[in-house]
């Protein structure tokens, strides 16, 4: 006798043995009558646990509907290359306006356009004074405590616009007591006398070159290399030592290639004891605007 065979017989006499269960046969023509399930189907979908007691109304009550899908946030569009471009120059340019500026400087925004660098001078005209104090009494004809922006701009659609967006935006960008001095100007960025500017008494010129940005505008008027070279050479002797002009020159457009080159041409021709100038261009980007920096060391 087998191994196996043995063992079971062995079992204890107390040892309950389980009896095959017999499934009756459906008789030929009668078809069986199928399980229900539905009772636990509907518990689950109700949201009820397999643990937790049915009520004897869980079986007739429809499902609960879900809940609606949250709100999706809509994302913010997505910035083409070129723009992608503009906001890096702005920043590289932006960064060296913050190490350059001082508390109570004058500062001017030569082809102020749309306003955006305006605002940005100003906001960082008020952030050192906040940092550093008044540098200035205030007095006579002393510039202001909390310095002082000067916006250019031919057309006075750009003008409008620059104060527009500066003082709408301005006192929610820096809670500040003392902001700076703002005056608008609509004249050409060449025609500097008038504002009682003295020599090396400005600590930044800041230039964007080209036409005024947006749709709907008359792109003809645009800066040009004769009176963006003259405008420069008025802009070198305002700047005070430690002081900064920076040029973006756009290129895209008929005339903006000629005016990039006298510009740098000029620059570098600038007295090295004097001047430190630095051409930044981005060498993968077709008509991509270039910036120039020029600090005057001397």
Request: glycine residues 8%; hydrophobic residues 40%.
């Amino acid at each position: 006798m087998a191994p196996s065979r043995l063992a079971f017989l062995a079992l204890p006499a107390a040892t309950p043995l389980r009896h095959a269960r017999v499934r009756p046969v459906a008789a030929p023509g009668r078809r069986r009558r199928p399980r229900c399930h539905g009772l636990a189907v509907v518990a689950l979908a109700a949201g009820h646990s397999a643990a937790s007691p049915l009520s004897s109304s869980s079986s007739s009550s429809s499902p609960a509907p879900p809940p609606p899908p949250a709100a999706t946030p809509a994302s913010p569009p997505v910035p083409t290359d070129r723009e992608r471009v503009l906001q890096r120059q702005a920043s590289i340019a932006g960064s060296h306006w913050a190490r350059a500026l001082r508390s109570g400087d004058t500062v001017i925004d030569a082809t102020c356009g749309r306003g955006r660098d305006t605002l940005r001078l100003a906001q960082l005209l008020a952030l050192a004074y906040s940092q550093g104090g008044a540098s200035a009494a205030g007095d006579g004809d002393a510039p202001p405590a909390g310095g002082r922006v000067v916006a250019m701009d031919i057309q006075p659609d750009a003008v409008a616009d620059t104060r527009a967006l500066v003082e709408a935006a301005l006192p929610d960008l820096v809670a500040q007591p003392v902001l700076p001095a703002l005056e608008y100007v609509c004249r050409s960025h060449v025609e500097f006398g008038g504002l009682g500017l003295a020599p090396a008494s400005v600590g930044l010129v800041a230039y964007n070159l080209g036409y005024l940005p947006g749709d709907n505008v008359d792109r003809t008027v645009t800066t040009t290399a004769d009176t963006t070279v003259a405008s420069l050479s008025a802009a070198a002797e305002l700047v005070r030592i430690g002081g900064l002009i920076t040029v973006v020159c756009y290129c895209g457009h008929e005339g903006g290639a000629e005016e990039e080159t006298a510009v740098t041409t000029w620059a570098a021709e600038l007295p090295k004891h004097e001047w430190s100038a630095l051409a930044m261009q981005w060498l993968n980007r077709e008509n991509s605007p270039s910036l120039l920096l020029l600090e005057r060391t001397r």
